[in-house]
């Protein structure tokens, strides 16, 4: 299976990287927008200019998209998906229906096939909420997630006066983990669930308490939530926080039996050093689906929800049936 | 989706209470090879002859095997997937490829759709492995179970001269789990994994050093082990180990990065109150599926790994991407 990169950002060394851990994938290159040679890249794979990218369109079997959703993806995977089939990790969760009709009629008008939102959360965590649903109707899901650096709350930090760099954690709370653990099944809200925790290094001389007070009462952000804010210096920052950790978890409890006397509790959770690396892991066994619906003619958007687990994996259906089952 | 349930021990009993939490799924009746008029079910479904299950051929869309893996089900799944759109819970796992070879020549030679070996181990699990192997080519798979029952090991205490009845608890070694949980890929053999917690009733005046011995003693099952056996009433043992709770946890450590240098844990993880309830549960959501594929025109033997996780959900493609992505 040939696979090349559109966008290099962490997400794009990600599939970089991940690329050589699957014996049947090829990298052929790396498309960009930037100046091709101006780009080193992880493995010394081939950068292309993004502006030649249909030149390969017969080199190419899936090109993985790794561009950001607020901007790129709305337009890069409709416009992609009429001359490759394609997959992104679009993960804007509200605009997901839009973006699969877009994709869906540009992929359906030339014969290709598009998955959309792959990765974790749109992704694995999407496929462990809906296995739970469907095995147990009656009953709750809860997400997780953390601990884990949240890029927007990061740069919504990085946008006060008086602020050099900063990185936000997401921590869950332990106690609401435990309680929906223990298969009890609370009403809970996003910042009953969770507590942001914030490293910031502000300018000399700026005014601390200002910083952690903006902070502390920013809508939406933080206000509603346990905010705590340590001022570190930027060797600090670098030091200890410049690792991109992530993962959660998702629970269903559910109920069976005759009137629900039984309670299930399902639980998927990641623990991950490297959420871009673990992504881009996540793209590359997807684009082997779509490598393989693409062959038998499955044109058209499609998201996790329509792909067979035996689809992402290399070894055949005896081997799976023998080994994994 | 009008299903039938063939075999009503305690996991036909499951399904039949399953079905009721599924707003699309239909009950039209059990199936048995006793005396039809000797059983009362849980909610009042039907009770047939298991003779005249033919009769039955143009009402019952997906027919559900509950019987057992050592005797029933190798004959009973390829007979039946003659005439029915069938699915079973078969988890011997190492005769799995010849079922699947039995199952798939009898169902093609009349074009009909069969699923074998789901429930969670067969089942669920394996999905997560496969999940979790296809996307971090590079790890390790754990398979921890329980705390749960079970019942091959109580049966085995059982034939034990003196013994009235017993309980096993299968339970996993909190170390170890907390090792590979950390991220570690240590080598671990499956009594490095679980400890076996037996609880006995024995006759008046047997011999409980003896009994005890033999159990500690007895091979493959327990003498490997870390084995505790306790001595109860057999009033305890109703009032404390009637139920059937089980569970588990699969687990994978895979590494990513250039060079391996990032370490991801993904967990899926059950906590059952009735082991059956839940098996029951999964067989219902597949059995769905096995409708939808058999209407697609999907013959021939399947597996969890064949089916797409959109089919095994009431909800439409619009809606799961809305709700659930």
Redesign the interface.
Known sequence: MKIAIYGYGNLGR?VE??A????DVELIGIFTRRAPDTLKT??GAPVYSANDVLKFKDKIDVLILCGGSATDLPHITPELARNFNVLDSFDT?AK??EH?AAVDEAAKSTSHTALI?AGWD?G?F??????A??????GENYTFWGTGISQGHSDAIRRIEGVVDARQYTVPIEEALAEV?S?KSPALSTAEKHKRVCFVVAKDGADLVRIEKEIKEMPNYFADYDTTVTFITAEELREKHSGMPHGGSVIRN?????DGE?????????????NP??T???LV?YA?AVYKMAARGRIGAL????????D???MS??E???H??
Do not use: Q, W
């Open positions: 990600g990287c991940a050589r851990y699957h014996k992880v493995t969760h997901i229906p699969f939102s749109p694995l999407s496929v462990a909420r809906l296995y649903s469907a095995v147990l109707p009656e653990r298969g559910g109920k069976t039996g005759f039984n309670t299930h509790t399902v639980e998927f959770s990641l623990k991950l050093d490297s690396e673990f881009a892991s996540v066994a082997r998201t996790v929800f329509d792909v067979a687990p035996a992402i994996s290399e259906g005896e799976i049936r023998a994994m089952l």
